[in-house]
């Protein structure tokens, strides 16, 4: 992506960012409705907003956890995934990115030389990111502050 990025330069990620940028998608015609980031980024997301949860009466349970954020461009979706890096935090319209498939996965026959039978399994596949302007990207924000 090289629309709607957000350069941190090192700072800590805000409230702000996130809705700046998804302000940014919005005007270029998108409305991204998941938040794709790691266990940091999804924390930080969870304070911002610990004194707005809404809860239901519970007398065996505490904490908290941010699933949906509701802001003037819609509600999103907060997704973690542990393999996202940790400075980075991607908001995305899963409709329009997915995997393409070249060719799909078979198994092939391989040359044995013993008393055994070898088998490769093989496909090839890429990753596309449809309406790029629909998408947005903040990187490189602190992950101690």
């Known amino acids: 992506m090289t629309t709607n990025v957000t350069n941190a330069n090192s700072a800590a990620l805000t409230r702000k960012m996130i809705e700046d940028t998804m302000e940014d998608c919005y005007l270029a ?23 707005l949860i809404r809860t ?13 954020i509701v802001t003037d ?16 935090l991607y908001l995305v319209e899963p409709e329009k990115i997915g995997w393409v498939t070249y060719r799909p996965f078979d198994v092939y026959d391989r040359a044995s030389t013993g008393d055994y039978k070898l088998k ?26």
């Open 29 to 51: 015609g998108g409305t991204p409705d998941t938040i794709i980031c790691n266990s940091w980024a999804k924390r930080k997301i969870t304070s911002f907003y610990e004194d």
């Open 120 to 145: 490769d399994v093989l496909g090839e596949y890429s990753f596309v990111v449809v309406n790029e302007t629909a998408h947005g990207y903040i990187h490189t924000f602190s992950t101690t502050t």
């Open 73 to 88: 461009f819609g509600e999103i979706e907060v997704l973690f995934d542990k393999w996202c890096p940790s400075d980075r």
């Open 56 to 68: 239901e009466r519970s007398e065996e349970r505490g904490g908290s956890t941010i699933t949906t």
